[in-house]
């Protein structure tokens, strides 16, 4: 059993490379998460042969550097398997004790799990815009004969491959600067009084178990707390705007975020002449509506390999990548 590890800053996921076992686990770094107990619990449960993991958990505010976030979590990694231990990095797998301590080639596994999702689409799909809405991320990565994306998050968000935006996390300030309501336009306070989530489960596009995330106030994660935390994006009480106002703030948010999407999709097509999108992530459904306004046919991987792994992708991508190219090992 060859298992795959997509270590986030705020999600870990996992995937066995046979497609039969998935995993997503909210575990924020940035709030010394048990990431080892989980990880040492999934050795114990699957008792994987060998691990293949991608990692962009570096990014977290908890670690000073991206070298130092790296060095902990493959530490973290290593620790937890009783098994040989691999990671993807753009140049392909390494394991551990064969990466320098210099900085360069420690970095060269940093932000690498688009990569590892690209490479096996690259092989399995051929030419196309892979897009992966995840809880925080997008990525847009335009695959020809491999994939095209810079290699760092810095040049990739200056070239757009990288939007920072996801399905959950995202501040709903950052998306909606300012909201239509009963004739007045109000700006959203820059506050974390609600997230993008927030606006999903108002207009029922998400349940409250997708909601898998801390909400802003840590209150419950009900339709009624949700729209109380809409209102409170434009200081207000749910009773001052009624449901109609916190609804309004929903509808705006969740169409400035297609609108960006769309925008972030078409410069990328457009770019590099494709003339059809791989859709996946949690929000893949939103890739899709996106698609079909630009008349893009629509691939989502969840018509591939099923939705539990096209929700967990690059984990699913590391291991199946591992398990073609055993040997492969740098």
């Known amino acids: ?53 991608v990692i962009t958990g570096e990014l977290a505010d908890c670690f000073n550097s991206k070298k130092e976030g790296l060095e902990s979590i493959m530490a973290i990694a290593c620790r937890a398997f009783s098994c040989p231990v691999y990671f993807w990095g753009h140049g392909g797998f390494k394991e551990m004790d064969t990466i320098e ?59 757009g491959e990288l939007v920072y935006m996801g399905l959950l996390r995202t501040t709903l300030n950052s998306i909606l600067p300012v909201a239509r309501i009963r004739g007045y336009r109000v700006p959203l306070a820059p506050e974390l009084f609600a997230i993008i989530a927030d606006a999903y489960l108002a207009l029922g596009l998400i349940d409250p178990d997708r909601y898998s995330c801390d909400s802003p106030d840590g209150m419950d994660k009900s339709r009624t707390s949700s729209l109380r935390r809409l209102a409170r994006s434009v200081c207000a009480d749910l009773e001052e705007i009624g449901e109609s106002g916190a609804m309004a703030i929903a509808e705006q948010a969740c169409t400035e975020q297609k ?44 018509e591939l390999y099923g939705p539990e792994l096209s929700a967990v992708f690059p984990a699913y991508a590391a291991a199946r990548l591992l398990e073609a190219d055993p040997m492969d090992i740098r």
């Not at 060859?2 to 575990?27: E, P």
């Not at 003339?275 to 890739?287: F, N, P, S």
């Open 1 to 53: 059993m060859i298992l795959g590890l997509d270590i986030g800053g705020a999600n870990t996921k996992a995937a066995s490379a046979d497609g039969k076992y998935t995993k997503s686990v909210y575990l924020p770094l940035w709030k010394k998460s048990p990431l080892e107990k989980v990880l040492k619990s999934i050795n114990a449960e699957k008792k994987p042969e060998a691990v293949a993991v």
């Open 101 to 159: 301590s210099d900085s360069t080639s420690i970095l060269d596994i940093a932000a690498a799990n688009w990569s590892a999702s690209a490479e096996l689409l690259a092989r399995e799909l051929g030419e196309c815009l892979f897009v992966d809405i995840g809880s925080t991320t997008t990525d847009l990565i335009p695959i020809e004969a491999g994939p095209l994306a810079a290699k760092t998050d810095f040049l990739r968000l200056a070239r």
């Open 259 to 302: 609108r960006a999407l769309i925008a972030a999709m078409e410069r990328q097509l457009e770019l590099h002449h494709l003339e059809r999108v791989a859709a996946a992530g949690i929000g893949e459904w939103l890739i899709a509506e996106a698609a079909r306004t630009l008349g893009m046919d629509c691939i989502p991987l969840s």
